[in-house]
């Protein structure tokens, strides 16, 4: 498996046996029984359970947030109904209908303030349960199976996208008849910056993350070449692992929706194991662990396995991997108490989950160790990944202590995490430890990747905010 056949490619036609093209998503992903969700990115099916609560939410429409004054029940009492018959009424109970009536009023008053441009962040952080279900624009679409000028307009907009990207981009290398060409960006430039927050178009991903990668590297004097990782990756494939019987065995579960992985030892698994097995020697104190498998995998969507094993190493010394995979996991403990004490501590979902005697580490693990590939959907997943390739640089302004060693490294992690704790606030804080656990160690059916995103900046920026 390990011994690469000429001419060996992912994706080729046996791959499409008994599979039509409108039953695989723009991902790649086969769906065989999906509704459209959204024109052209339906949604792949969940690869973990989802949490019946969660499930019931997205399938809700979207609750609307206005802030006018609702009517008094007095008036609605007098429309031509009985009046209750009169009940003595104790001081708790006055109190409780006091603090609601109370907590309503400050809702509609902070809803107000919300729509003021200084208070934006607030607002998407107040809002962030709207990510489960999808945004007006697209649940009108996804009653129409055609869409018609909506759907139409979604495509212009992406093309735009994708033509400001192309501006930006700077030929390195230019192939014959445009194959092979290599791409750079200013990592530095705002506007590049921005953009990336709001979604690298798909056919410029690659390219972007793996110049975001390559200018990580030239700023560590002790960062190995592209060409030297390479001939690495080709020297090992003659040498073995301890860990292949592991590969193996992992290989076939690995995202086996997508089209590249669907056929044992054929395809995208022996490009997957290829790539597995090299990295288990190139660390050799790390080895192979459970989790590499979807990273490597989400790499080979967008990238030969030359290149693929090129960006693993990178994200590997450039982007804190090598602490969170550290053996015995003191880098993942260590970033897991960060994002507790530093991100979460102090909110009212907070003192939830301790009273619930919930850790970060009971729901955390899978997603920093996956970079949230088994926890939300793909396309949520690439949003965070984009920011992460540009803006995972450890910040040098700050000390390297053994408690924390990632030194700003992850912080995008981080404000994904909360993020996705601000999504499912409302429900955690009404679940006892059994539903909460069930909705945090759950897929999480995030609909609305944009407000995620939003979400995500928010919290990053206030962190930022509380560092200076």
């Known amino acids: 498996m390990s011994v690469r056949q000429e001419h060996e490619l992912a994706g080729g036609i046996e791959d499409w046996e008994d599979v039509q093209g409108h039953d695989v998503d723009r991902y790649g992903f086969i769906n065989l029984q999906r509704k459209l969700s959204r024109p052209g990115t339906p949604e792949p099916r969940p690869p973990q359970r989802v949490s019946t609560v969660l499930q019931q939410v997205s399938e809700s429409p979207r609750k609307h947030r206005g802030f006018t004054r609702s009517p008094s029940s007095a008036a609605n009492s007098t429309k031509g109904t009985k009046l209750a018959p009169i009940r003595k009424v104790s001081a708790r109970s006055l109190n409780t209908v006091a603090s609601n009536s109370s907590q309503r009023s400050t809702s509609r008053m902070r809803a107000a303030a919300n729509r003021l441009p200084g208070n934006r962040d607030r607002r998407w952080m107040d809002e962030a349960g709207d990510m489960l279900t999808l945004p007006p624009g697209l649940a009108d679409i996804a009653e129409d199976e055609e869409g018609g000028k909506a759907v139409e307009g979604l495509k212009k907009k992406e093309w735009e996208r994708a033509e400001k990207w192309r501006k930006m981009a700077k030929v390195l290398k230019a192939g014959q008849d445009g194959e092979g060409m290599d791409f750079e960006f200013d990592a530095r430039s705002p506007k590049l910056i921005e953009r990336t927050w709001k979604g690298i178009p798909d056919r410029w991903r690659a390219a972007a993350w793996y110049s975001f990668l390559r200018t990580s590297a030239k700023k560590r004097n002790d960062s190995a070449s592209d060409e030297s990782i390479i001939h690495a990756f080709h020297k090992l494939q003659d040498a073995s692992s301890a860990d292949d019987v592991q590969i193996d065995i992992d290989v076939p579960r690995t995202i086996n929706s997508h089209i590249m992985f669907r056929k044992r030892y054929r395809g995208g698994q022996r490009l997957l194991f290829r790539v597995l097995h090299s990295?288990?020697?190139?660390?050799?104190?790390?080895?192979?662990?459970?989790?590499?498998?979807?990273?490597?995998?989400?790499?080979?969507?967008?990238?030969?396995?030359?290149?693929?094993?090129?960006?693993?190493?990178r994200m590997w010394t450039l982007r804190g991997l090598d602490k969170l995979y550290e053996p015995g996991f003191p880098g993942l403990m260590a970033a897991l108490d960060e994002f507790h004490t530093k991100w979460l501590d102090g909110r009212p979902v907070s003192k939830q989950l301790n009273e619930l005697s919930i850790e970060?580490?009971?729901?955390?693990?899978?997603?920093?160790?996956?970079?949230?590939?088994?926890?939300?959907?793909?396309?949520?997943?690439?949003?965070?990944w984009d920011v992460f390739m540009l803006l995972g640089d450890s910040d040098p302004s700050l000390t390297l202590t053994k408690d924390r060693p990632f030194c700003g490294g992850l912080d995008i992690l981080h404000a994904t995490s909360a993020a996705l704790i601000d999504g499912t606030r409302e429900i955690l804080l009404d679940s006892d430890f059994e539903n909460a656990m069930k909705v945090l160690t759950s897929w999480i059916p995030v609909k609305d990747e944009e407000l995620l995103m939003k979400v995500t900046k928010a919290e990053w920026k206030l962190h930022r905010r509380k560092r200076v």
């Open 279 to 313: 990295l288990s020697l190139y660390f050799p104190e790390t080895g192979y662990v459970q989790g590499m498998a979807s990273l490597a995998a989400t790499l080979l969507c967008y990238y030969d396995e030359e290149k693929t094993f090129v960006m693993l190493v």
């Open 360 to 384: 970060p580490t009971a729901y955390g693990t899978r997603w920093y160790l996956t970079l949230f590939n088994y926890s939300i959907p793909f396309p949520a997943q690439l949003r965070v």
